[in-house]
């Protein structure tokens, strides 16, 4: 069975930082796009950032860029989400996600996910 587990969330003062990992299990991902989303409450789940599974492509939202950086292990079958400079609009659940549907891994669409782990950013 394959599992999607976040965690590294939290409660944190805006400008702050948080790293968040999500380690997968059941199956390797070491040759799939892996995602990072979040949902704030009454809002839709977005994307935030993804990497290939090379490493050498990674996109992020134009409101996490030069802020969030994805990184990605394949020997510990892992990804990461180093989130910089917080602000309260970054509070949200955020998702582990891997292997998209489709070639537009901007979209909420993949195979698996995490159940998510909540970061709360204070003003």
């Known amino acids: 069975q394959v599992h999607l587990v976040e965690s590294g969330g939290g409660l944190v003062q805006a400008g702050d930082s948080l790293r968040l990992s999500c380690a997968a299990s059941?199956?390797?991902?070491?040759?799939?796009?892996m995602g990072w989303f979040r949902q704030a409450p009454g809002k839709e789940r977005e994307f935030v950032a993804a990497?290939?599974?090379?490493?050498?492509?990674?996109p992020y939202a134009d409101s996490v860029k030069g802020r969030f950086t994805i990184t990605r292990d394949n020997a510990k079958n892992a990804v990461y989400l180093q989130m910089n400079s917080l602000n309260p609009e970054d509070t949200a659940l955020y998702y582990c996600?891997?292997?998209?549907?489709?070639?537009?891994?901007?979209?909420?669409?993949?195979?698996?996910w995490g159940q998510g782990t909540q970061v709360t950013v204070s003003s």
């Open positions: 059941g199956r390797t991902f070491r040759s799939v796009t």
């Open positions: 990497i290939s599974w090379n490493s050498f492509v990674r």
């Open positions: 996600a891997a292997d998209p549907v489709s070639s537009n891994y901007r979209r909420p669409e993949y195979n698996y």
